[in-house]
Nanobody
Framework: QVQVRESGGGSVQAGGSLRLSCAASGSILSINVMGWYRQAPGKQRELVAD???????NYADSTKGRFTISRVNAQNTVSLQMNSLNAEDTAVYYCNADVRYYSTTGPRRNTYWGQGTQVTVSS
């Protein structure tokens, strides 16, 4: 059993900053990619940024230069520092983890999502 939990959402004025954190827990062997996605009302869920266990990062064009993703492999955590926020960043943000984990039938792999955390940016 693996759980993924986000924290750190909230409300901020345009130009402000927020930091999101996510922790994966359970019978984890390793995590390859951890990432952040977001979904605004009436829109599809989209990638914000992700990071491999080796530290390679990938950002959506709309977040490059403003957002920074980081992780601590030993703690199975990933964070997203969001600066220069604007109203278009308002969405529910979801943490995603590509996990290899122990099971009674041997190692398995699955993708897990957190429950989401709301980020609201007022202009």
């Amino acid at each position: 059993q693996v759980q993924v939990r986000e924290s750190g959402g909230g409300s901020v004025q345009a130009g402000g900053s927020l930091r999101l954190s996510c922790a994966a827990s359970g019978s984890i062997l390793s995590i390859n990619v951890m990432g952040w996605y977001r979904q605004a009302p009436g829109k599809q869920r989209e990638l914000v940024a992700d990071i491999t266990s080796g530290g390679g990062t990938n950002y959506a064009d709309s977040t490059k230069g403003r957002f920074t993703i980081s992780r601590v492999n030993a703690q199975n955590t990933v964070s997203l520092q969001m600066n220069s926020l604007n109203a278009e960043d308002t969405a529910v943000y979801y943490c995603n983890a590509d996990v290899r984990y122990y099971s009674t039938t041997g190692p398995r792999r699955n993708t897990y999502w957190g429950q989401g955390t709301q980020v609201t940016v007022s202009s």
